[in-house]
Each structure stands twice: as C-alpha cells, then as structure tokens.
C-alpha cells in the first residue's frame, strides 16, 4: 500500500507463473484503495541461452500486467557481490550483471506511473 509501483519477480518456471496469481490478487486487492497502483513482471534469474524464459513471458501475457523487456539472468556475480556484502554495481561496475540492474533501472525510471 506504500507504493505506486510492484515489481513482481518471476523465475523462468511453471511454479513461478502459478504463483503469480495469487500475487496479482493482493495486488487487486490493494488496487481498491489505490486505483492508480501500477504493477509489473520482471524476469528474474533468467538462464542464459535458453528459450525457458520466452515461454514464461508468453504464460505472463494472458495477465493484464505487463512484462519488462529488462530481465536479470541468473549470474554468479550476484552471488559473490552479496556473499561479501557488495551488490554488482560495486564489485563489478563493467560486468553483465550490472548492466543488467543498470537497463532495469533505467526501464523502471522511464515508465508511467
């Protein structure tokens, strides 16, 4: 409810998709309150070079939320970031982990709230 925006992760799995539903019905739930509450898919810990994830997108679109074209792929530099207490932007700004937070940021800034 302190939010105008919900940023729902979804891992490429058919578990995932399942549980989205019940997430959509509390945003539902909350949207009664707040009409203008926004909400969005994210794809998060995406496999790299596999088609899964197009098909969770593909699952995702008979819901009336949109899905983002960013996605974070699921990479040990999350992992080692976090393990030391860092997040990739600081251990390592060049990398494909950050620049993956970095489009994802950049996406969520341009949307309409």
């Given at each position: ?35 203008w509450l926004k909400s969005v898919f994210l794809i998060n810990r995406k496999i790299v ?19 983002l074209k960013s996605a974070i792929c699921q990479r040990v530099a999350f992992a080692e ?33």
């Amino acid at each position: 409810m302190a939010s105008n925006l919900v940023l729902i992760p979804v891992q490429p799995s058919a578990y995932d998709v399942w549980a989205t539903e019940k997430v959509i019905s509390l945003i539902q739930e909350a949207s009664v309150y707040k009409n203008w509450l926004k909400s969005v898919f994210l794809i998060n810990r995406k496999i790299v070079n596999t088609s899964i994830a197009k098909d969770v997108v593909e699952a995702l679109s008979g819901y009336k939320i949109p899905v983002l074209k960013s996605a974070i792929c699921q990479r040990v530099a999350f992992a080692e970031s976090a393990g030391i207490g860092c997040t990739v932007l600081e251990t390592e700004p060049k990398g494909l982990a950050a620049t993956e937070i970095k489009l994802l940021v950049e996406e969520l800034l341009n949307l309409e709230l």
